[in-house]
């Protein structure tokens, strides 16, 4: 966690690593459970607020410019009393309870790089209370900072990133997740794969052990490659995967790809639009959804109207 001295004067006896979802205001931890979403250009966003957003979404100099001002909001603090000694904890426990929360929930998504950055300073008012203000943004390469340096900040500040959620959550994200995928010929014939995740790349891996209790890793830059070899292998025993990553209606951007390529996005192949749907390519979908590798290409260059090289993927 990076701060500024008025933020440290401040924490005082405030331990974050003790907190959680339960510490959340119950109208921020409602729009924590709705989730994240991301743009078509990349932008990640709090489902909960970018719904009620009534601004111009195509006004902003950049993505980072847009996801702070989506995604920020000050923390609920009507109910607390106004003297400092009484109101300070309070409302710091709530503040960072909620950055911390919504960047265990990007990370849940596979959101990658997400900072939320916390915020205190006096309200233009008489009795000029402590107020609280929280926002998320991404690390986009190429764009400057939303914080570069909290030093130089006015206010009390502090970044936080995923390493800084409390030590249980760590080990548990440590912790290798495993999926089942079903691989079907769409005649009855099937298996159920069984499939343990890394939980960090790249190049990330994708272990997957067969019904006779062989396995397989395949490893790739990212998890969709990785998803893709096994394709591959499941259509050459007659196979297709049953599952989101192998929908032909699905498309990735460089900032999924940067963020593991866990999640890709639904589109629209007859308006030729990207929604801002996200689907998790190891959740499943029926036969009747999926595609081949190859019909998954085609699929692709239809849309886009690019002309395919004929590229091949690596066995």
Same mark, same amino acid.
């Given at each position: 966690?990076?701060?500024?001295?008025?933020?440290?004067?401040?924490? &005082?006896?405030?331990?974050?690593?003790?907190?959680?979802?339960?510490?959340?205001? &119950?109208?921020?931890?409602?729009?924590?459970?709705? #989730?994240?979403?991301? *743009?078509?250009?990349?932008?990640?966003?709090?489902?909960? @607020?970018?719904?009620?957003?009534?601004?111009?979404?195509?006004?902003?100099?950049?993505? %980072?410019?847009?996801?702070?001002?989506?995604? #920020?909001? /000050?923390?609920?603090?009507?109910?607390?009393?106004? =003297?400092?000694?009484?109101?300070?904890?309070?409302?710091?426990?709530?503040?960072?309870?909620?950055?911390?929360? #919504?960047?265990?929930?990007?990370?849940?998504?596979?959101?990658?790089?997400?900072?939320?950055? %916390?915020?205190?300073?006096?309200?233009? *008012?008489?009795?000029?209370?402590?107020?609280?203000?929280?926002?998320?943004?991404?690390?986009?390469?190429?764009?400057?900072?939303?914080? /570069?340096?909290?030093? !130089?900040?006015?206010?009390?500040?502090?970044?936080?990133?995923?390493?800084?959620?409390?030590?249980?959550?760590?080990?548990?994200?440590?912790?290798?997740?495993? %999926?089942?995928?079903?691989?079907?010929?769409?005649?009855?014939? &099937?298996?159920?794969?069984?499939?343990?995740?890394?939980?960090?790349?790249?190049? @990330?891996?994708?272990?997957?052990?067969?019904?006779?209790?062989?396995?397989?890793?395949?490893? #790739?830059?990212?998890? &969709?490659?990785?998803?893709? =070899?096994?394709?591959?292998?499941?259509?050459?025993?007659?196979?297709?995967?049953?599952?989101?990553?192998?929908?032909?209606? !699905?498309?990735?951007?460089?900032?999924?790809?940067?963020?593991?390529?866990?999640?890709?996005?639904?589109?629209?192949?007859?308006? =030729? =639009?990207? !929604?801002?749907?996200?689907?998790?390519?190891?959740?499943?979908?029926?036969?009747?959804?999926?595609? !081949?590798?190859?019909?998954?290409?085609?699929?692709? @260059?239809?849309?886009?109207?690019?002309?395919?090289?004929?590229?091949?993927?690596?066995?």
């Amino acid at each position: 966690m990076r701060t500024n001295d008025a933020m440290r004067r401040l924490l &005082g006896d405030v331990d974050v690593r003790e907190l959680g979802i339960d510490d959340v205001p &119950g109208g921020l931890r409602s729009v924590l459970e709705r #989730g994240w979403t991301a *743009t078509g250009d990349g932008a990640y966003l709090l489902r909960g @607020f970018l719904d009620g957003y009534v601004g111009d979404l195509d006004a902003f100099q950049d993505v %980072v410019a847009l996801e702070t001002a989506v995604n #920020g909001r /000050a923390v609920t603090d009507f109910d607390l009393p106004l =003297k400092d000694r009484h109101r300070r904890r309070p409302l710091l426990r709530r503040a960072f309870a909620f950055a911390l929360s #919504g960047l265990a929930a990007a990370e849940d998504q596979g959101l990658r790089g997400m900072r939320a950055h %916390v915020s205190l300073s006096r309200a233009a *008012t008489e009795e000029r209370p402590l107020t609280a203000h929280v926002t998320f943004c991404g690390v986009h390469p190429g764009l400057p900072p939303y914080l /570069a340096d909290p030093e !130089t900040a006015q206010g009390a500040v502090a970044e936080l990133s995923v390493a800084d959620l409390p030590r249980q959550r760590a080990e548990v994200r440590r912790s290798p997740e495993t %999926v089942s995928l079903l691989a079907s010929d769409g005649c009855g014939r &099937g298996e159920e794969l069984q499939l343990t995740l890394s939980d960090h790349g790249p190049p @990330f891996r994708v272990e997957v052990t067969r019904e006779s209790g062989a396995r397989t890793t395949y490893e #790739g830059n990212t998890y &969709g490659i990785c998803l893709a =070899k096994l394709q591959l292998d499941m259509e050459d025993e007659g196979l297709q995967l049953c599952c989101q990553g192998a929908r032909p209606d !699905t498309m990735s951007s460089s900032l999924l790809h940067a963020s593991g390529g866990r999640h890709l996005y639904l589109v629209d192949p007859v308006a =030729k =639009k990207i !929604t801002d749907e996200l689907v998790d390519i190891f959740d499943p979908a029926p036969y009747e959804a999926v595609a !081949t590798y190859a019909e998954q290409r085609k699929a692709f @260059f239809d849309f886009t109207g690019m002309t395919d090289s004929g590229w091949q993927m690596p066995r």
